[in-house]
C-alpha cells in the first residue's frame, strides 16, 4: 500500500481531502505533519491509525525526512512557502524509486488569475478572459512571475520537469471553496463566510465597486474528490499518463483547475444580505458599494478576493480523470453561512431590531 505524507492536515482544504482519502482507503499508510500537540490531538481523536511528525512548514530536515519515505507527497498547508517545497522535493528526489516513482500534488489557489485586474487596478467589473487546464493550460504554466502563488507553481513544475525519472508532480488550483468541511479542525472556508461576516458586522451588504466581478467555484467535498482521484492513480503508479492520445495527468502540464459553475460577486452580495435580513440580523437587505481600499480594509485581500475577476474551466479532470462534482451550489450555503457567521459574532435573531432601537 502506498505510504502519504500530508501536511496542512487540520486546515480547511487538507482535513477535508483527508477525510475523503482516509475513508476511501483506509489501508494507506498516512503520516500528517501537524504544529503542536493539540492539533495533534485533533487528528489522532479521528484517525487513530495516522502518523504524527511535529513540525511546521520552516522545518527543512523534517520535511525533507519525511518527503523521502513516502511515495505520495500532498501538501496543503501553503500555496506559498517556497523553502518548504525545495525541501520536499529534496527529500523525493532521494526517494528510492527502484520500483515507481512518488507523486506530488501541490495545493495552489487560482488567485493566480487575478493579475489581469491588478495590473490594471480594474476591480468591480467583468472580464471575458477565462482559462482552462486543457488546451490553454500553456498559457496557466507560463503566467507572470509576480502572479499569487506563481512562485511555488513554478518550483513544483520545474521539479517535475528536472526530475521526471523520480518525481511525477501535479497542482491542484480551486478557486472559490465552499461547504462546511469534514476535517478534524477547521472546517470554515473564507470568501462567502468573510463577505458574510462583514455583512454582519456593518449592518447591510458589501460588494465592491459595480460588483460585477466573476469567480468560478467549488464545493470542498468535489474538491476533495479530485484529490482522491489523484491519490488513487498515483497509487497504482499513474497508469493514465501514457494513454496515447490522452492529456497528461502529471507533470508539467499536469495543473487543475477545480470547479462547477461560477458565479457574480454582486449577486452574492444580494444574496447574503437577503438572508441576514430575512434572519433578523441586519435591517434591511440593501447591498452598498465599497471601494477596493476599503475591501482591503474590511479583510485581508479583500479586493482581489471580491473585488477582481477569477475564472477558469476544470476540462482536465473531467476528461482525463473522469471527475464529476456534484455538491450543492454557492447559493444553497449561504443560509448557513449566516447562521455560522452570526454565532461566532454572539448576535442571535432579533438583533436588526434591538441595534436601530425597535425592541
Same mark, same amino acid.
Given at each position: 500500500?502506498?505510504?502519504?505524507?500530508?501536511?496542512?492536515?487540520?486546515?480547511?482544504?487538507?482535513?477535508?481531502?483527508?477525510y475523503?482519502?482516509?475513508?476511501?482507503?483506509?489501508?494507506y499508510?498516512?503520516?500528517?505533519?501537524?504544529?503542536?500537540s493539540?492539533?495533534?490531538?485533533?487528528?489522532?481523536?479521528?484517525?487513530?491509525?495516522?502518523?504524527?511528525?511535529?513540525?511546521?512548514?520552516?522545518?527543512?530536515?523534517?520535511?525533507?525526512?519525511?518527503?523521502?519515505?513516502?511515495?505520495?507527497v500532498?501538501n496543503?498547508?501553503?500555496?506559498?512557502?517556497?523553502?518548504a517545497?525545495?525541501?520536499?522535493?529534496?527529500?523525493?528526489?532521494?526517494?528510492?524509486?527502484?520500483?515507481?516513482?512518488?507523486?506530488? /500534488? =501541490?495545493?495552489?489557489?487560482?488567485?493566480? &488569475?487575478?493579475?489581469?485586474?491588478?495590473?490594471? *487596478?480594474?476591480? #468591480?467589473?467583468?472580464? @471575458?478572459?477565462?482559462?482552462?487546464?486543457?488546451?490553454?493550460?500553456?498559457?496557466?504554466?507560463?503566467?507572470?512571475?509576480?502572479?499569487?502563488?506563481?512562485?511555488?507553481?513554478?518550483?513544483?513544475?520545474?521539479?517535475?520537469?528536472?526530475?521526471?525519472?523520480?518525481?511525477?508532480t501535479?497542482?491542484?488550483?480551486?478557486?472559490?471553496?465552499?461547504?462546511?468541511?469534514?476535517?478534524?479542525d477547521?472546517?470554515?472556508?473564507?470568501?462567502?463566510?468573510?463577505l458574510?461576516?462583514c455583512?454582519?458586522?456593518?449592518?447591510?451588504? /458589501? =460588494?465592491?465597486?459595480?460588483?460585477?466581478? &466573476?469567480?468560478s467555484n467549488?464545493?470542498?467535498? *468535489?474538491?476533495? #474528490?479530485?484529490?482522491? @482521484?489523484?491519490?488513487?492513480?498515483?497509487?497504482?503508479?499513474?497508469?493514465?499518463?501514457?494513454?496515447?492520445?490522452?492529456?497528461?495527468?502529471?507533470?508539467?502540464?499536469?495543473?487543475?483547475?477545480?470547479?462547477?459553475?461560477?458565479?457574480?460577486?454582486?449577486?452574492?452580495?444580494?444574496?447574503?444580505?437577503?438572508?441576514?435580513?430575512?434572519?433578523?440580523?441586519?435591517?434591511?437587505?440593501?447591498?452598498?458599494?465599497?471601494?477596493?481600499?476599503?475591501?482591503?480594509?474590511?479583510t485581508?485581500?479583500?479586493?482581489?478576493?471580491?473585488g477582481?475577476?477569477?475564472?477558469?474551466?476544470?476540462?482536465?479532470?473531467?476528461?482525463?480523470?473522469?471527475?464529476?462534482?456534484?455538491?450543492?451550489?454557492?447559493?444553497?450555503?449561504?443560509?448557513?453561512?449566516?447562521?455560522?457567521?452570526?454565532?461566532?459574532?454572539?448576535?442571535?435573531?432579533?438583533?436588526?431590531?434591538?441595534?436601530?432601537?425597535?425592541?
Open positions: 500500500m502506498p505510504k502519504l505524507f500530508v501536511t496542512g492536515a487540520t486546515g480547511y482544504i487538507g482535513g477535508d481531502a483527508l475523503a482519502i482516509a475513508h476511501a482507503h483506509p489501508d499508510e498516512i503520516t500528517c505533519l501537524v504544529r503542536n493539540d492539533k495533534g490531538a485533533t487528528v489522532a481523536a479521528e484517525y487513530p491509525s495516522i502518523k504524527l511528525v511535529y513540525g511546521d512548514l520552516d522545518n527543512a530536515d523534517l520535511l525533507e525526512a519525511e518527503a523521502k519515505k513516502a511515495d505520495i500532498l496543503f498547508a501553503s500555496a506559498d512557502h517556497e523553502s517545497l525545495h525541501a520536499i522535493i529534496k527529500g523525493m528526489a532521494s526517494h528510492d524509486t527502484t520500483y515507481r516513482q512518488c507523486f506530488l /500534488i =501541490q495545493t495552489s489557489g487560482t488567485g493566480i &488569475l487575478l493579475m489581469d485586474d491588478m495590473k490594471t *487596478d480594474t476591480y #468591480g467589473e467583468d472580464s @471575458k478572459n477565462v482559462y482552462d487546464d486543457l488546451e490553454g493550460v500553456s498559457k496557466v504554466t507560463s503566467l507572470p512571475d509576480d502572479a499569487p502563488h506563481r512562485g511555488a507553481d513554478k518550483i513544483v513544475l520545474a521539479a517535475g520537469a528536472e526530475h521526471s525519472d523520480k518525481i511525477q501535479a497542482i491542484v488550483c480551486p478557486p472559490t471553496i465552499y461547504g462546511e468541511g469534514r476535517g478534524p477547521n472546517k470554515r472556508s473564507h470568501q462567502l463566510p468573510e458574510t461576516r455583512t454582519l458586522e456593518k449592518g447591510h451588504g /458589501i =460588494q465592491v465597486l459595480a460588483g460585477k466581478t &466573476l469567480w467549488v464545493h470542498v467535498h *468535489d474538491l476533495s #474528490g479530485l484529490y482522491l @482521484k489523484l491519490v488513487e492513480n498515483a497509487a497504482v503508479g499513474g497508469s493514465l499518463a501514457e494513454w496515447p492520445g490522452k492529456p497528461a495527468v502529471w507533470g508539467t502540464e499536469g495543473y487543475y483547475f477545480c470547479e462547477n459553475g461560477e458565479h457574480v460577486w454582486g449577486e452574492v452580495s444580494g444574496w447574503v444580505a437577503a438572508e441576514a435580513h430575512k434572519q433578523g440580523f441586519i435591517q434591511s437587505d440593501e447591498v452598498k458599494s465599497v471601494s477596493a481600499k476599503e475591501a482591503g480594509e474590511l485581508p485581500f479583500g479586493f482581489g478576493m471580491w477582481a475577476n477569477s475564472r477558469s474551466r476544470a476540462k482536465r479532470a473531467r476528461e482525463v480523470l473522469d471527475w464529476k462534482p456534484s455538491g450543492s451550489p454557492l447559493k444553497d450555503e449561504v443560509k448557513s453561512a449566516v447562521e455560522w457567521e452570526s454565532r461566532k459574532l454572539g448576535i442571535k435573531p432579533g438583533h436588526a431590531k434591538v441595534a436601530a432601537g425597535d425592541a
